[in-house]
């Protein structure tokens, strides 16, 4: 089966940085929908993203991450999904292509991106295991639901890392040298952008232990180191993806 891939770009107050992410989405090839999940926003995200002429879901109150994106995914009819941050600069189509190949020409399960301006550390290891730019199947996804909607409102890289090295998938890790996310504090201010970053570790730690994470960054190295041509899913990710389909899920 050739996969299908649905974007979804979950946004809070991102007018000033979305039409550039947009800009790179729009009529690309390989993605059959694209979806902005507007989280309460109330600046002009919507308003923008509906001018652009993609779909918008829009929630009121503001959930956090981990819950819009649930709602979100539980409206894919895709096979596979394409999670998008609202907040990238340098972002172009080729980057699109260079994330979506490895999983659109079945090398490996799932893909993430090294963005150019990630932390120095993550580029000496060579994966960014919290990045929110990531190709997923669905079928691996859709009975998390339930479970990602309760999670902490930045639990969710480490949540689905979880589950990725459960089902033993393989990974690319793909570097978008250009690319880069601006930081809390570029985009709150200092004292705004530091509690933040407190936050985002606390939801963090709230949803996986410290070794649970340094657990992650291991499993993901090594999955990306073995990933390349494939002709089909092997081991417990192939056992998975049959129950899940059995279940029509």
Not at 100 to 106: F, I, N, R
Request: contains cysteine; positive net charge; hydrophobic residues 50%.
């Amino acid at each position: 089966m050739t996969p299908t891939f649905t974007c979804l770009i979950p946004a809070h107050n991102e007018a000033a940085r979305i039409a550039g992410v947009l800009a790179a989405v729009q009529a690309h090839p390989t993605i059959h929908a694209v979806v902005v999940v507007d989280d309460g926003s109330t600046d002009d995200t919507a308003a923008i993203a509906g001018a652009a002429g993609v779909q918008v879901l829009r929630l009121v109150p503001n959930r956090g991450k981990s819950a819009a994106l649930a709602e979100a995914l539980r409206r894919v009819c895709t096979s596979h999904v394409l999670l998008l941050d609202a907040d990238l600069t340098g972002l172009r189509a080729a980057d699109l292509s260079a994330l979506l190949a490895p999983v659109a020409e079945g090398h490996t399960d799932v893909s993430l991106s090294l963005r150019g301006n990630a932390p120095r550390v993550w580029h000496w290891l060579g994966v960014d295991y919290i990045t929110g730019e990531r190709v997923l199947p669905m079928w691996l996804v859709r009975p998390l639901l339930p479970q990602m909607a309760a999670l902490p409102r930045f639990g969710l890289e480490v949540f689905l890392n979880s589950h990725i090295r459960s089902a033993r998938l393989s990974v690319a890790i793909v570097r978008w040298g250009t690319v880069a996310s601006p930081s809390k504090a570029q985009k709150s201010g200092w004292r705004a952008g530091v509690r933040a970053d407190i936050g985002m570790m606390r939801d963090i730690l709230r949803t996986v232990s410290v070794a649970t994470t340094f657990e992650q960054i291991a499993y993901l190295r090594r999955a990306s180191q073995r990933s390349g041509p494939r002709s089909g899913l092997t081991g417990m990710a192939a056992k998975l993806r049959q129950r899940f389909a059995q279940l029509d899920l």
